[in-house]
């Protein structure tokens, strides 16, 4: 079986979320480093008087696991990458501390 292109299947995933802002005073801009192997979704804006500035997904790519940083889903990131056919044990929940990634079913580093 070819082994996934997992920069590809980032990009799909974090673009799938482009259209989730509730705000229409806002807007949801992508961020893809390809070179680097960095991807992130950012909402950015004015919501009355109120600066809106938030990272959404951030996730990198390293050694061949994906590093999941930051994820602001309801459905969780990861579950998309599984659901895709990555294997749990090439995905980092990175979000979580060395320490308790152990007790999660993904990969510790």
């Not at 950015?44 to 809106?52: E, K």
Request: hydrophobic content about 40%.
């Amino acid at each position: 079986m070819d082994k996934l292109n997992y920069s590809e299947l980032v990009q799909k995933i974090i673009k799938n979320h482009v259209g989730n802002s509730l705000n229409t005073n806002t807007e949801v801009q992508l961020i893809f480093d390809t070179e680097r192997d960095r991807y992130q979704l950012l909402h950015i804006g004015w919501q009355d008087l109120h600066r809106v500035f938030g990272c959404i997904i951030y996730i990198e790519i390293k050694n061949h696991k994906i590093w999941i940083e930051r994820d602001g889903t309801e459905i969780g990131v990861a579950n998309e990458l599984v659901e895709a056919g990555v294997p749990k044990e090439d995905i980092v929940l990175a979000f979580h501390a060395p320490y308790k990634r152990k007790y999660t079913e993904f990969a510790v580093g």
